[in-house]
């Protein structure tokens, strides 16, 4: 973005992200504000939720952030984040709504895009299974954006790491190291169908590892898991580590990495992750996991959500076959860099971009806003934007 904009970052706190933008050269502000659920997980109460957000007092001062920084536009972040959508609507600020999460459908799911529609000027998803549910609903325009990462330092190691990293986590050289990664671990992420895909291998594969990354969100489903292993007869087999300071190292000593996430993903970045550091994986087609997986040539990798066996059945076969394995690997690392490498997410948001100045030339004109200030008394509620 920086190409084409002044880009200032406004974080609910300090972290690793506004870190990251800072020694880029992005200038960070700080403002708390809180969240919308309900726009991922819709219910009868989201309308008036919505409305208690635009009530709520960090609602005026993100109002008076964005007037005061005058921006030409606003993008908001994952469609959980709707309030600087209100506030900056509420200023006539055109407004770029980045939809990372698959929404959740039922009978109330008009309203999400009842909401998206009025304060959107226009819609950037980052994958089909994100942006399905607006086709045809919506009509502010949709774009799609897969998001990329930081492909340099995600790559396959030489084999004094790997050998450095398995030596690290107890793993002889026969054995075959199976990977699980999740930086919270909850139902919705699969761990417990993960460990039934790996007792299922135990008796037939000696030879296999079990790695699990990741600390517990939900401490009784991780209990449970801990206690399935426990009772198995394979505890030796299996390893539980909280965190890691270098996941791109810890994936040089897997041979295998599984993704087994029970909800429809907007993306799959640890699988994602694991091909471009040359791994070959196994997933539930879930969501724009699936996605991720038929795009990159795995789609016979990718089994239906919940199938436990069925993960187990394609690990297996790729055990059998170390040429396929290594080749698998080879092959991930190359297609995961074409099509989701930092060179690629560039093409496509200069596509989306391009878009933007044939429809749209004034968000890309030099900033001529002046800041606009707000008195406290005109910061309130207000009511959807008509588009017509």
């Given at each position: 973005?920086?190409?084409y904009?002044?880009?200032?970052?406004?974080?609910?706190?300090?972290?690793?992200?506004?870190?990251h933008a800072?020694?880029?050269?992005?200038?960070?502000?700080?403002q708390?504000?809180?969240?919308?659920?309900?726009?991922?997980?819709?219910?009868?109460?989201?309308p008036?939720?919505?409305?208690?957000?635009?009530?709520?007092?960090?609602?005026a001062?993100?109002?008076?952030?964005?007037?005061?920084?005058?921006?030409?536009?606003?993008?908001?972040?994952?469609?959980?984040?709707?309030?600087?959508?209100f506030?900056?609507?509420?200023?006539?600020?055109?407004?770029?709504?980045?939809?990372?999460?698959?929404?959740?459908?039922?009978?109330?799911?008009?309203?999400?895009?009842?909401?998206?529609?009025?304060?959107?000027?226009?819609?950037?998803?980052?994958?089909?299974?994100?942006?399905?549910?607006?086709?045809?609903?919506?009509?502010?325009?949709?774009?799609?954006?897969?998001?990329?990462?930081?492909?340099?330092?995600?790559?396959?190691?030489?084999?004094?790491?790997?050998?450095?990293?398995?030596?690290?986590?107890?793993?002889?050289?026969?054995?075959?190291?199976?990977?699980?990664?999740?930086?919270?671990?909850?139902?919705?992420?699969?761990?417990?169908?993960?460990?039934?895909?790996?007792?299922?291998?135990?008796?037939?594969?000696?030879?296999?590892?079990?790695?699990?990354?990741?600390?517990a969100?939900?401490?009784?489903?991780?209990?449970?898991?801990?206690?399935?292993?426990?009772?198995?007869?394979?505890?030796?087999?299996?390893?539980?580590?909280?965190?890691?300071?270098?996941?791109?190292?810890?994936?040089?000593?897997?041979?295998?990495?599984?993704?087994?996430?029970?909800?429809?993903?907007?993306?799959?970045?640890?699988?994602?992750?694991?091909m471009?550091?040359g791994?070959?994986?196994?997933?539930?087609?879930?969501?724009?996991?699936?996605?991720?997986?038929?795009?990159?040539?795995?789609?016979?990798?990718?089994?239906?959500?919940?199938?436990?066996?069925g993960?187990?059945?394609?690990?297996?076969?790729?055990?059998?076959?170390?040429?396929?394995?290594?080749?698998?690997?080879?092959?991930?690392?190359?297609?995961?860099?074409?099509l989701?490498?930092?060179?690629?997410?560039?093409?496509?948001?200069?596509?989306?971009?391009?878009?933007?100045?044939?429809?749209?030339?004034?968000?890309?004109?030099?900033?001529?806003?002046?800041?606009?200030?707000?008195e406290?008394?005109?910061?309130?509620?207000?009511?959807?934007?008509?588009?017509?």
């Open positions: 973005m920086q190409s904009f002044n880009c200032i970052l406004v974080a609910p706190g300090e972290g690793k992200l506004t870190d800072r020694k880029q050269g992005t200038v960070v502000m700080i708390t504000f809180p969240l919308l659920y309900g726009m991922y997980t819709p219910d009868s109460r989201l008036l939720n919505a409305d208690e957000l635009r009530s709520h007092p960090d609602y001062s993100v109002v008076r952030l964005i007037g005061e920084n005058a921006p030409d536009l606003v993008l908001t972040n994952t469609i959980v984040n709707a309030l600087p959508a506030a900056a609507k509420q200023l006539g600020i055109p407004v770029i709504w980045k939809v990372t999460e698959v929404i959740q459908e039922n009978e109330f799911t008009s309203e999400v895009l009842n909401i998206v529609d009025n304060y959107s000027d226009w819609i950037i998803a980052i994958s089909e299974s994100a942006a399905r549910v607006f086709y045809g609903r919506i009509s502010s325009p949709i774009s799609l954006l897969p998001p990329s990462t930081d492909s340099e330092r995600l790559h396959s190691f030489g084999d004094l790491v790997r050998q450095s990293e398995r030596k690290g986590i107890g793993l002889k050289e026969e054995h075959k190291c199976i990977g699980y990664i999740s930086a919270f671990i909850h139902p919705e992420k699969g761990l417990r169908e993960f460990i039934r895909m790996a007792l299922s291998l135990c008796s037939g594969h000696p030879d296999c590892r079990f790695v699990i990354i990741g600390r969100a939900d401490h009784r489903y991780y209990d449970t898991c801990l206690t399935d292993v426990r009772f198995s007869g394979y505890r030796s087999r299996f390893q539980f580590i909280p965190f890691v300071e270098s996941v791109q190292s810890v994936y040089s000593a897997m041979d295998i990495l599984v993704v087994p996430s029970m909800v429809s993903e907007g993306f799959g970045m640890t699988a994602l992750e694991g471009l550091c791994k070959p994986v196994v997933a539930f087609a879930s969501g724009g996991l699936g996605e991720l997986m038929e795009s990159t040539g795995n789609g016979h990798l990718a089994v239906p959500v919940g199938d436990a066996q993960l187990a059945d394609k690990v297996a076969m790729l055990l059998s076959d170390p040429a396929a394995l290594k080749n698998i690997g080879m092959h991930n690392e190359a297609a995961a860099r074409a989701y490498g930092i060179e690629a997410y560039q093409w496509r948001l200069d596509q989306i971009v391009s878009q933007w100045r044939e429809y749209h030339p004034h968000w890309l004109t030099a900033g001529n806003r002046s800041p606009l200030l707000v406290g008394s005109q910061v309130q509620a207000e009511p959807p934007v008509d588009k017509a």
